[in-house]
Each structure stands twice: as structure tokens, then as C-alpha cells.
Nanobody, 129 residues
Framework: QAQLVESGGGLVQAGGSLRLSCAAS????????MGWFRQAPGNARESVAA????????YYADSVKGRFTISRDNAKNTVFLQMNSLKPEDTAVYYC??????????????????????WGQGTQVTVSS
């Protein structure tokens, strides 16, 4: 059974940085688009960043472009999210997930949360002002 475990969250001051990790197990994730998502209290889950199966294509929400970087290490079945210049509005629970329905797909047609699965428990990121 596929399992994703997020880590690396914490409390940081505005302008600071955090690096999130997502460790995958139970199946080979190297064939799938991987995504990071976040959900703040009272808000819907939203897409933050995604990376295609090879790592050659990346996508970002406008709100994080230039500040966040997604990467992956397929040999270690791990996906990362480097978050710099953090803002209070980045405060949320961050999740990673995989698009199991479209192996080896690199486009941007399926980046919404409903197309992803294997959700972990998430990791809390809190940015103080």
C-alpha cells in the first residue's frame, strides 16, 4: 500500500526558510507527478507545487513562485519543498501526494488536489509576523 510521510514543518519567523520532505514507500513513485499542497483553517486544500516524474518539469502556484522550489530524488523515493522568504500567509498544514492516474505524464492538466492520492498526515508550517 502506498504511503507518504511528510516532515520538516515547524515555527519560523517571517522571512525565514524551511525545507519539507516527503518520504514515499509501498510502491514505486518514480513514475508519477508528485505535488505539494496546503490547507489553512477554514480554507480548501490548494496546490502549491508539482514536479513531473523525471524532475524536469515543475509547476508553482503564483503565490509561491520565486520563493519555493520543489525537487525530487527518485533513488530515495523522496520529494522536497524548499521554502524561502516565508510569509504569515504561508501558514498551513502541508501535504504531499502523487498522481497515480497518469504515469509518465508531464503536463499541467491534472494539478488539482482531486487528481492526487496517497495523502499523508501532513506537516504543520507556522510563520509568525
Amino acid at each position: 500500500q502506498a504511503q507518504l510521510v511528510e516532515s520538516g514543518g515547524g515555527l519560523v519567523q517571517a522571512g525565514g526558510s524551511l525545507r519539507l520532505s516527503c518520504a514515499a514507500s509501498g510502491r514505486a513513485f518514480s513514475s508519477y507527478m508528485m505535488g505539494w499542497f496546503r490547507q489553512a483553517p477554514g480554507n480548501a486544500r490548494e496546490s502549491v507545487a508539482a514536479i513531473n516524474w523525471s524532475g524536469a518539469r515543475t509547476y508553482y502556484a503564483d503565490s509561491v513562485k520565486g520563493r519555493f522550489t520543489i525537487s525530487r530524488d527518485n533513488a530515495k523515493n523522496t520529494v522536497f519543498l524548499q521554502m524561502n522568504s516565508l510569509k504569515p500567509e504561508d501558514t498551513a498544514v502541508y501535504y504531499c501526494a502523487a498522481d497515480f492516474n497518469h504515469p509518465f505524464y508531464s503536463g499541467d492538466s491534472y494539478l488539482s488536489p482531486q487528481n492526487f492520492g496517497g495523502w499523508g498526515q501532513g506537516t504543520q508550517v507556522t510563520v509568525s509576523s
